[in-house]
């Protein structure tokens, strides 16, 4: 009973904070929203006893890449009036609106169609950082390995695409 | 042994990706260079795959990678392509850049990168590994397109394929978490025993197959999410746009064939869906393309035909015994069409590719004749006349939608066909009826045009193989 209020309230947080990403105006109040999402998450993870994933939304995702980017925002030093003007932004968000309504309506009918199963007590072990590592490497190794190229192509491509260039070498 | 040979053309692909991105950091190597060593690796790749060859379906590495990937006839073909599209496209790349001046040796290693999330694309078995494949050949992809920053049209061209990317990614993992939810599992095995086991269809299942199919949609461009493409295309560079033409839809089109080919109740609780999709999608697409007087754009747009009339053959796949012999021989004859189109272009287009309109290809024939021969045996074989290779194509395609009982379907391939000629004509006409304004004069090495004139001979012989053998 608790736990499922915990959800709801955690689930609520999550969608607010990405609300607020996408339509608050400047880049910082959007960063902050976004930390928002990324805590409730992490609690919706620890309601699922994914001890290790919790742990690493808090550390890695909440901490440091948010931290991160709002450095960057930071430096960049964005004032109000280096915002662009934006005239038709509520026509075209609720224009958005109208074309995720259907969206919507078929996830919520996907989601009404879910059997409700009773809440089972998971094992002590579960969601363990062994038993994650187990199975990532047992289970999951190629998409885990090829997560590697993944990156080096982000990395190369974040240097040739922001980086100084020797062009022709 | 024989799995790891399975995996040897992927192997040798990206250890040369991973070469070629060392190089880059030596001041002494030209970026010629670099175009010849991808070469040599996209050679060595094809040729291995040639030789190792593919047979039903063969689970590589079924212990530790957990039967995720697989090889088959089909995915072998798909790869050839794939290598085949490489090969071709560094062979333009090395003249385009030759006047062009704006590369570096890391864009062959990029496009080394994006070819290795191709094939692993074609060979993946399960949700997560063909998302990541799906990603790491998108990536670099874009980083491709926005490759030249001074050009304001590739900026917009990146900015809107990331971001139109990004989303189609989302649905992507948004689909594959609710068919996980529902079957209980990610791989392509363990749905299609789910699905045989509960045949009435599980909401579930069928909301999330329809979400992956929606970031199918997106990345190959058929209805309705097609309007990126034209922009995403005209921003590209010429031979850019060619391997996005070819390769990526190739690869595309490999794991959409896989996944919808699980087991024939899922094909057949999706064959109205697809039969819709794919009228919209060729009828939409002449549409755009009747109204454009780029080639690229034109280009761009008669892909999305092209696309029309794959899904035509998707329709009429025989789930239960799927070989995908079909799509791999309209695949590779689209293929080599466009690839050598892109490679004139890349050669004819000049400096800054100032030579893009229909109108700047007036007289072409007058002062070079063989160049506008090669480009009619192109736009003729895209509009699919025999003897070429896309008329073959076509014509198994409308055979195997006859055959498997769609007749509507075959007809109206057969009208869009039809239809399409009006702007692949339309080319011809200028190049062949009109007197030269100018002289089309080009610089730069000659292996675009080369590869042009290869291109022809594979027109050819890809039309007169089915024939021959």
């Given at each position: 009973?608790?736990?499922?209020?915990?959800?709801?309230?955690?689930?609520?947080?999550?969608?607010?904070?990405?609300?607020?990403?996408?339509?608050?105006?400047?880049?910082?109040?959007?960063?902050?929203?976004?930390?928002?999402?990324?805590?409730?998450?992490?609690?919706?993870?620890?309601?699922?006893?994914?001890?290790?994933?919790?742990?690493?939304?808090?550390?890695?995702?909440?901490?440091?890449?948010?931290?991160?980017?709002?450095?960057?925002?930071?430096?960049?030093?964005?004032?109000?009036?280096?915002?662009?003007?934006?005239?038709?932004?509520?026509?075209?968000?609720?224009?958005?609106?109208?074309?995720?309504?259907?969206?919507?309506?078929?996830?919520?009918?996907?989601?009404?169609?879910?059997?409700?199963?009773?809440?089972?007590?998971?094992?002590?072990?579960?969601?363990?950082?062994?038993?994650?590592?187990?199975?990532?490497?047992?289970?999951?190794?190629?998409?885990?390995?090829?997560?590697?190229?993944?990156?080096?192509?982000?990395?190369?491509?974040?240097?040739?695409?922001?980086?100084?260039?020797?062009?022709?070498? | 042994?024989?799995?790891?040979?399975?995996?040897?053309?992927?192997?040798?692909?990206?250890?040369?990706?991973?070469?070629?991105?060392?190089?880059?950091?030596?001041?002494?190597?030209?970026?010629?260079?670099?175009?010849?060593?991808?070469?040599?690796?996209?050679?060595?790749?094809?040729?291995?795959?040639?030789?190792?060859?593919?047979?039903?379906?063969?689970?590589?590495?079924?212990?530790?990678?957990?039967?995720?990937?697989?090889?088959?006839?089909?995915?072998?073909?798909a790869?050839?392509?794939?290598?085949?599209?490489?090969?071709?496209?560094?062979?333009?790349?090395?003249?385009?850049?030759?006047?062009?001046?704006?590369?570096?040796?890391?864009?062959?290693?990029?496009?080394?990168?994006?070819?290795?999330?191709?094939?692993?694309?074609?060979?993946?078995?399960?949700?997560?590994?063909?998302?990541?494949?799906?990603?790491?050949?998108?990536?670099?992809?874009?980083?491709?397109?926005?490759?030249?920053?001074?050009?304001?049209?590739?900026?917009?061209?990146?900015?809107?394929?990331?971001?139109?990317?990004?989303?189609?990614?989302?649905?992507?993992?948004?689909?594959?978490?609710?068919?996980?939810?529902?079957?209980?599992?990610?791989?392509?095995?363990?749905?299609?025993?789910?699905?045989?086991?509960?045949?009435?269809?599980?909401?579930?299942?069928?909301?999330?197959?329809?979400?992956?199919?929606?970031?199918?949609?997106?990345?190959i461009?058929?209805?309705?999410?097609?309007?990126?493409?034209?922009?995403?295309?005209?921003?590209?560079?010429?031979?850019?746009?060619?391997?996005?033409?070819?390769?990526?839809k190739a690869a595309v089109f490999a794991l959409f064939a896989?996944?919808?080919?699980?087991?024939?109740?899922?094909?057949?609780?999706?064959?109205?869906?697809?039969?819709?999709?794919?009228?919209?999608?060729?009828?939409?697409?002449?549409?755009?393309?009747?109204?454009?007087?780029?080639?690229?754009?034109?280009?761009?747009?008669?892909?999305?035909?092209?696309?029309?009339?794959l899904?035509?053959?998707?329709?009429?796949?025989?789930?239960?015994?799927?070989?995908?012999?079909?799509i791999?021989?309209?695949l590779?004859?689209?293929?080599?069409?466009?690839?050598?189109?892109?490679?004139?272009?890349?050669?004819?287009?000049?400096?800054?590719?100032?030579?893009?309109?229909?109108?700047?290809?007036?007289?072409?024939?007058?002062?070079?004749?063989?160049?506008?021969?090669?480009?009619?045996?192109?736009?003729?074989?895209?509009?699919?006349?025999?003897?070429?290779?896309?008329?073959?194509?076509?014509?198994?395609?409308?055979?195997?939608?006859?055959?498997?009982?769609?007749?509507?379907?075959?007809?109206?391939?057969?009208?869009?066909?039809?239809?399409?000629?009006?702007?692949?004509?339309?080319?011809?006409?200028?190049?062949?009826?009109?007197?030269?304004?100018?002289?089309?004069?080009?610089?730069?090495?000659?292996?675009?045009?080369?590869?042009?004139?290869?291109?022809?001979?594979?027109?050819?012989?890809?039309?007169?193989?089915?024939?021959?053998?």
């Open positions: 009973m608790f736990s499922e209020g915990l959800f709801y309230a955690f689930s609520v947080l999550a969608v607010l904070g990405a609300l607020g990403l996408v339509l608050f105006r400047h880049p910082m109040r959007g960063a902050m929203s976004l930390v928002v999402t990324m805590i409730s998450l992490a609690g919706l993870y620890s309601l699922l006893s994914a001890k290790l994933i919790f742990v690493l939304q808090l550390i890695v995702y909440a901490g440091a890449i948010m931290s991160l980017i709002i450095f960057i925002i930071m430096f960049l030093n964005i004032q109000d009036n280096d915002l662009p003007v934006e005239e038709k932004r509520f026509a075209y968000t609720a224009g958005g609106i109208v074309v995720l309504i259907p969206v919507v309506y078929f996830l919520i009918k996907i989601a009404g169609t879910i059997p409700g199963v009773e809440a089972t007590i998971v094992g002590s072990g579960f969601g363990g950082i062994k038993e994650v590592g187990l199975v990532l490497f047992q289970d999951w190794l190629l998409p885990f390995e090829i997560v590697s190229l993944l990156l080096l192509v982000t990395l190369v491509g974040a240097v040739v695409l922001a980086g100084k260039r020797r062009v022709g070498k | 042994m024989q799995d790891f040979v399975s995996l040897l053309p992927l192997i040798v692909v990206g250890a040369g990706a991973i070469l070629l991105m060392l190089l880059a950091a030596f001041e002494k190597l030209e970026v010629e260079t670099g175009a010849l060593i991808s070469m040599v690796f996209y050679g060595a790749a094809f040729f291995i795959q040639l030789v190792v060859g593919g047979g039903p379906q063969d689970v590589i590495f079924d212990k530790i990678f957990n039967g995720m990937l697989a090889t088959s006839n089909f995915s072998m073909a790869g050839l392509v794939i290598f085949g599209c490489g090969f071709f496209t560094s062979m333009s790349c090395h003249s385009y850049f030759g006047v062009n001046k704006f590369c570096t040796l890391d864009f062959y290693a990029i496009k080394m990168f994006s070819v290795c999330g191709m094939v692993l694309l074609t060979m993946a078995q399960e949700l997560v590994t063909a998302f990541i494949a799906l990603e790491i050949m998108s990536l670099g992809i874009y980083i491709l397109v926005g490759y030249d920053r001074t050009r304001l049209t590739a900026t917009e061209a990146i900015l809107k394929y990331l971001m139109l990317g990004a989303f189609a990614g989302a649905f992507f993992t948004m689909g594959a978490a609710l068919i996980y939810g529902g079957a209980g599992s990610t791989k392509f095995v363990a749905i299609s025993q789910f699905i045989a086991a509960n045949p009435a269809g599980q909401p579930l299942l069928i909301g999330g197959a329809f979400f992956i199919f929606i970031a199918i949609f997106f990345k461009a058929a209805f309705p999410f097609h309007a990126w493409v034209v922009d995403v295309y005209d921003g590209a560079s010429a031979p850019v746009t060619g391997f996005m033409a070819t390769a990526l896989n996944f919808i080919a699980l087991s024939s109740g899922f094909h057949g609780q999706w064959i109205d869906f697809l039969f819709w999709v794919a009228v919209l999608t060729m009828f939409g697409g002449n549409l755009v393309a009747i109204g454009q007087s780029n080639i690229k754009r034109m280009l761009a747009a008669s892909g999305i035909v092209h696309s029309g009339y899904l035509i053959a998707l329709v009429a796949i025989n789930a239960e015994q799927f070989t995908g012999s079909v791999g021989y309209y590779a004859a689209y293929a080599v069409g466009t690839l050598g189109m892109f490679a004139a272009m890349s050669y004819l287009g000049g400096s800054g590719e100032k030579r893009v309109n229909f109108d700047d290809f007036k007289g072409l024939a007058k002062v070079r004749p063989y160049s506008a021969a090669a480009i009619t045996v192109f736009l003729l074989s895209m509009a699919g006349i025999p003897p070429t290779a896309g008329f073959m194509g076509k014509f198994y395609i409308i055979t195997s939608a006859i055959s498997a009982g769609q007749m509507a379907l075959a007809v109206l391939g057969v009208v869009s066909s039809i239809l399409s000629m009006w702007y692949y004509l339309r080319l011809v006409i200028s190049m062949y009826f009109h007197d030269a304004s100018e002289s089309f004069e080009t610089q730069g090495a000659p292996l675009a045009t080369i590869s042009t004139f290869v291109l022809v001979v594979f027109v050819f012989a890809i039309g007169l193989y089915p024939i021959v053998i």
